[in-house]
């Protein structure tokens, strides 16, 4: 099952390593490959581990790859790792709804700094936001204590408390002090390398799998063959039999035949050799993805902050907000167990429906199916954080 994350501590993140097998298993395969994969019990204990980050994206992080796709993209089909990373669903990237008005309003620098026009960075921009799951936060308030050091950045803050997210992704050091879990290192080359590895484990696996199943149905078929032509064999009259012993036995002194058997095992021969150099070849890189995803997520963990507690709105909220269509109790339920969410409860559905109802923010709709509501946030202090943030500018200027 995908699962939560653990911590780690802070350090650069590797690139990956090429493989053979990355040009016919593609990172675009593994949301499917993980699908089929889950379905075979005997293959738990070899993707229990596997996960899915959640992050909430910066603005930062959105210049840059703007940048990169308008400035240093050759080819206009090509995708950045993060881009690549998202569509192998890796990792899910959250955004509060004022990233939109951000972006847009510094659509123009980011065009003026890559040398292209404002329409084709809105272009990219359109295409990138496809990506991305919009959330509005319920409150813009931080815990008892917290100064307030940039507005602008409480609605990230808010949206990864609100969705569980693992942390904010971002450059902006204003996070750190409001005591937000941020991840600063760009981490894009790892969830790739992770992306690419896990989908090569994964269809190697499965192909094994139906391998082994293909060839143990063969075996089976043979030994009941062999079984029933020893059957008949004993049935038959003792002189009958007699006469098909010495005949097989000629047969293997007889020169001639021999030479046909020393020619059909060189044929054979030379089909086995190339059979055996790609069972050679692919068990190299099932290993050389394994170590790949091993160092990869031992990267991707060390730079995740430690986790909190996720509860049941947190995770309804994400996965609503992920769902580009209601949802119904039932694939709510089931989403929240294979993301390893536990619980005690007798009649979890139940008290999931209670859970949604009272807290105001989800739409329930005919065939009982739910979405989140699309409102803007109406907590009191947000008028008092804007009034703050006009003072301070307003002190700075003087």
Not at 27 to 42: C, R, T
Not at 305 to 314: A, I
Not at 385 to 394: A, F, W
């Amino acid at each position: 099952m995908m699962s939560d994350l653990p911590t780690g501590g802070d350090r650069s993140i590797k690139s990956e390593s090429p493989h053979r097998l990355a040009s016919l298993v593609t990172s675009d395969a593994l949301p499917m490959l993980y699908e089929l994969v889950s379905q075979v019990p005997a293959f738990a204990p070899f993707f229990k581990n596997h996960f899915q980050i959640r992050l909430v994206l910066d603005a930062n992080f959105v210049h840059r790859e703007l940048q990169w796709r308008l400035k240093s993209r050759r080819d206009p089909s090509a995708r950045s790792a993060i881009h690549e990373s998202i569509e192998a669903q890796v990792v899910v990237f959250f955004a509060p709804d004022c990233l939109e008005s951000e972006i847009e309003e510094h659509l123009e620098d980011i065009a003026r700094r890559s040398g292209t026009s404002t329409d084709a960075a809105r272009a990219e921009w359109q295409s990138f936001r496809r990506l991305l799951h919009f959330y509005t936060p319920r409150s813009l308030e931080l815990p008892g204590g917290t100064v307030v050091v940039d507005p602008d950045d409480l609605p990230y803050i808010a949206a990864c408390s609100e969705l569980g997210a693992h942390a904010v992704y971002t450059k902006d050091k204003h996070f750190q002090q409001m005591n937000a879990p941020v991840i600063s290192i760009a981490i894009d080359a790892a969830l790739r390398t992770y992306a690419r590895g896990t989908s090569i484990r994964f269809a190697v696996m499965l192909g094994s799998t139906f391998s082994i199943a293909l060839s143990v149905e063969a075996i089976k078929s043979a030994i009941n063959l062999l079984g029933g032509a020893i059957q008949a064999f004993k049935k038959l009259h003792p002189a009958l039999q007699f006469a098909i012993i010495a005949g097989l036995v000629y047969l293997f002194i007889e020169p001639r035949f021999r030479d046909k058997l020393a020619t059909m095992k060189r044929a054979l021969g030379r089909v086995a050799a190339p059979v055996l150099e790609a069972i050679t070849l692919v068990a190299r890189d099932f290993q050389i993805a394994c170590v790949d995803v091993a160092n990869a997520q031992k990267e991707i963990l060390a730079v995740l902050p430690q986790p909190g507690r996720t509860s049941v709105l947190m995770r309804a909220r994400a996965i609503c907000a992920t769902n580009t269509s209601p949802i119904s109790l039932v694939e709510l339920e089931q989403e929240m167990k294979r993301q390893g969410h536990q619980t005690k409860a007798r009649h979890f559905r139940a008290y999931l429906r209670r859970v949604m109802r009272s807290s105001g923010q989800f739409l329930e709709l005919p065939e009982g199916r739910w979405a989140l509501r699309v409102e803007s946030v109406v907590q009191s202090t947000e008028a008092g954080l804007s009034r703050k943030k006009t003072d301070n500018g307003s002190t700075g200027a003087g």
